[in-house]
């Protein structure tokens, strides 16, 4: 159970001899606060509250279906979207929190992978819980070790997570209510039989519920309905319910690192080219953080950012493997450009 021309040449690198009024045809989106509803439509998350019963990628295709429906009454004459991601399988009797990547925003989906879950789950025991079982369950708190199940659609190698917290929040004879905080791939229906089997009297999972994804939690969840509402609003000319709804795809990238880089050094990489130093205006990261983790003894990547130019547009998601103050040389390392 689980949850896919230089940039910043000297010529840019004084952001603020940018053009301030963007051509009809420039790349650049506008602020995601200023997006009409077909642009928010082509690039937005939903928070979905999934029901049990269908698949995961069930939800999706509905989604995607919805949404072309709707910008087919809307903006007619506008493209449609080729599809969506959703942040993490989740088994058709899971419920919960399945953030949603609306049309271009599907190349953004890895993102998921960067942060962590949260599940709210009911250990079915198979006898009474002994009386250290709370002792039992700290030790799972921890990086594990895990083989993916039959089932799934990953190759079965032994693996390791890491979960960050355990909690019991209620126990009785047979039963616990447990809160897991775990690393993105974590498979709570093996980590339920291995804390029953550390129990010493066996266990599966019981419900399983997904409270939150990074940087989402169930604080603002949507069910279906309420986005099919919502685009039936729209189409009628009344957009503040899809707004709640349909949220910027800006949104699903608070978690990272972030960079704000030039609206010139936008538009190479929007051509393919990476980001270099003379392009970026700010930071949350410098080449010490870069090289930190690039020199890490498990030879981790650099970690992965966003950029941004200041209207506050995502621009790419690449990785920090440069000095942003330094007068030549790349800064971020490309992997998705979003525009």
């Not at 004084?14 to 077909?38: F, K, Q, T, W």
């Not at 939800?59 to 942040?87: E, T």
Request: with cysteine; proline share 8%.
């Amino acid at each position: 159970m689980t949850d896919d021309t230089d940039a910043g040449s000297d010529d840019s690198a004084d952001p603020l001899s940018d053009d301030a009024d963007l051509a009809s045809d420039d790349p650049i989106r506008a602020p995601p606060g200023e997006r009409s509803v077909p642009e928010l439509l082509r690039f937005g998350v939903v928070n979905v509250d999934k029901p049990a019963g269908p698949s995961s990628h069930q939800l999706s295709a509905w989604i995607r279906d919805a949404i072309n429906d709707a910008l087919a009454v809307i903006d007619p004459d506008g493209p449609r979207i080729d599809g969506v991601a959703h942040a993490g399988t989740l088994d058709p009797k899971v419920t919960g929190c399945l953030p949603t990547l609306t049309g271009t925003a599907t190349r953004m989906a890895q993102v998921f992978l960067e942060g962590g879950k949260e599940y709210v789950s009911v250990l079915e025991l198979h006898g009474p819980a002994p009386a250290d079982f709370e002792d039992v369950a700290a030790e799972f708190e921890a990086e594990i070790y895990q083989k993916p199940p039959r089932k799934s659609a990953v190759t079965r190698r032994l693996r390791t997570r890491t979960v960050h917290d355990l909690d019991v929040l209620e126990l009785e004879e047979r039963r616990a209510l447990l809160r897991i905080g775990c690393e993105s791939g974590t498979y709570v229906r093996k980590l339920c039989h291995d804390l029953g089997l550390a129990a010493g009297v066996g266990a599966h999972m019981g419900h399983l519920r997904r409270t939150a994804t990074d940087p989402f939690d169930d604080a603002d969840l949507h069910a279906l309905q309420d986005l099919v509402d919502a685009l039936a609003w729209a189409e009628e000319g009344k957009e503040e319910p899809l707004r709640e709804v349909v949220r910027p795809a800006e949104e699903a990238l608070v978690h990272l690192p972030s960079v704000t880089i030039a609206p010139s050094a936008a538009r190479n990489v929007a051509t393919g080219a990476p980001v270099y130093a003379p392009g970026v205006i700010d930071s949350d990261l410098d080449a010490a953080d870069a090289a930190d983790t690039a020199n890490h003894e498990d030879q981790t990547e650099p970690p992965l950012v966003a950029c941004y130019v200041p209207n506050g547009t995502a621009v790419c998601l690449g990785r920090f493997v440069g000095d942003p103050d330094a007068e030549s040389g790349a800064a971020v390392a490309l992997e998705r450009v979003l525009l």
